[in-house]
């Protein structure tokens, strides 16, 4: 891949400092040289959309109007006219799942949040609640630790950015103003909250899995937990046999130092507080 051996660096996050020949302003301050450079590259025409390996590195193509490639560097190649909003968006989320799946770190889908000195993390398919439990959890006490990328490092999450993202009905939900908070994507009504960010590692003690159904909270173990974990790469459209061995045997390990919970929300906001409430109280009693 060409690249910019010098990009100046604009900030880290998930522990990596990151180069780029134009700012990035959601990244925290960093010092030293960057440990992955990000170059850009305008094109003309329809991008491929989806996932591909092309000649060895790891490729995600959006809507037609973006396109990363991923190996020691990244590209991002682009319709001319895009708005930066969405590329930085694809780069700091898919990107560095990407990105850390190359460098062999164990990616999960979900949001992870610190609670009496231990992380929890959401997860589940898009659309089902994870950012909305997440915020219910925010607003009593937890702190944020990672947004929708859970990049797993000797058994704790790697910090993220210091913000979480919300559809409009959830920000006015939370008693923000949803028009004083920056839209993450000029076609989606998804707004980005500040959050406060906990920086310092901690171990991964619990993993929330949502799905929609009748409300009701429940442990899995054996082989129910680990298959739900299974589940949860944030990449997996990218693995090949042997890596999925590898995946395999990182969620066998975690399997064993986790505790794996299933909490089925009805669905509307409202019942939120009500499975939180739930969750806290299950948290709160002997593993």
Do not use: N
């Amino acid at each position: 891949m060409r690249a910019s051996r010098h990009a100046p660096l604009r900030g880290q996050v998930f522990g990596f400092r990151i180069g780029c020949s134009l700012p990035l302003p959601e990244l925290a301050p960093a010092v030293g040289e960057a440990d992955v450079c990000v170059d850009l590259a305008p094109c003309e025409g329809v991008l491929a959309t989806g996932y591909e390996r092309p000649g060895g590195a790891l490729a995600y193509g959006y809507a037609g109007v973006a396109r990363l490639i991923v190996d020691d560097r990244i590209l991002v190649q682009h319709t001319p006219d895009l708005d930066p909003a969405i590329w930085r968006l694809l780069l700091l989320g898919t990107g560095m799942a990407l990105y850390s799946h190359r460098r062999g770190l164990p990616v999960l889908h979900g949001t992870t949040v610190r609670l009496d000195g231990s992380d929890l993390i959401v997860c589940g398919p898009s659309g089902v609640g994870k950012s909305t439990v997440t915020a219910a959890l925010l607003a009593r006490g937890a702190g944020l630790v990672a947004d929708d990328v859970g990049i797993l490092d000797q058994g704790a999450i790697r910090p993220g950015l210091a913000r979480i993202k919300v559809w409009e009905d959830t920000a006015a939900w939370l008693g923000h103003d949803p028009t004083s908070l920056a839209r993450v994507h000029p076609g989606f009504d998804k707004r980005a909250i500040p959050v406060a960010l906990e920086e310092e590692p901690a171990p991964l003690r619990t993993v929330v899995v949502l799905e929609r159904g009748p409300a009701g909270l429940e442990r899995l173990e054996g082989p129910a937990a680990l298959l739900e974990l299974l589940a949860l790469h944030r990449v997996a459209e990218v693995l090949v046999p042997a890596e999925s061995a590898v995946w395999m045997a990182a969620m066998s390990v975690l399997a064993s130092s986790v505790r794996v919970l299933r909490l089925r929300l009805p669905g509307p906001l409202d019942t939120v507080p009500t499975a939180v409430d739930h969750l806290l109280a299950t948290l709160a009693e002997p593993a």
